[in-house]
């Protein structure tokens, strides 16, 4: 089997924001793949919606046997486990407990992987690279922090 590079952008702006996402890390370990290294915590106001609840970020490197399907399934299945109930509420975003990305992901070979998923109705599911991320500094900040 070949191991795939995977990219993840975790942000948390309900609760006990670092809490929640040091419980994604672990739960993403286990039922995803090995995590090679992880930013620090990035605190930012949202992006895309007005609340009065800050963010707290991070983004870490995921290797894994996994196909991207599967992570974003792993993943989903963590954010619900974490209390996550829906990714935006009538297609805008919300304050969530916790939400995992994939931003980018790479082959064995160190080759990105592009791709776009979408569901038997032509809904999309996933998209990589993630077609947002490079406008999101919560996102660029902890990235820039891994790649160095």
Not at 7 to 23: A, D, M
């Amino acid at each position: 089997m070949t191991t795939n590079k995977y990219y993840l952008s975790l942000g948390s702006n309900l609760g006990e924001r670092e809490q929640t996402l040091r419980q994604a890390l672990c739960l993403i370990e286990q039922q995803v793949g090995k995590i090679a290294c992880c930013s620090s915590f990035y605190y930012s106001a949202p992006w895309g919606f007005d609340s009065p609840n800050g963010f707290c970020n991070l983004c870490c490197l995921v290797e894994t046997e996994m196909e991207p399907l599967a992570v974003l399934r792993a993943t989903q299945g963590i954010e619900r486990t974490l209390g996550r109930e829906e990714k935006s509420h009538g297609g805008r975003y919300t304050d969530r407990r916790i939400d995992i990305d994939l931003i980018q992901a790479f082959d064995a070979q160190g080759n990105e992987i592009r791709c776009h998923i979408t569901d038997e109705e032509g809904c999309d599911l996933l998209t990589l690279p993630h077609p947002l991320y490079e406008q999101r500094a919560f996102v660029l900040i902890p990235l820039q922090e891994l790649q160095k």
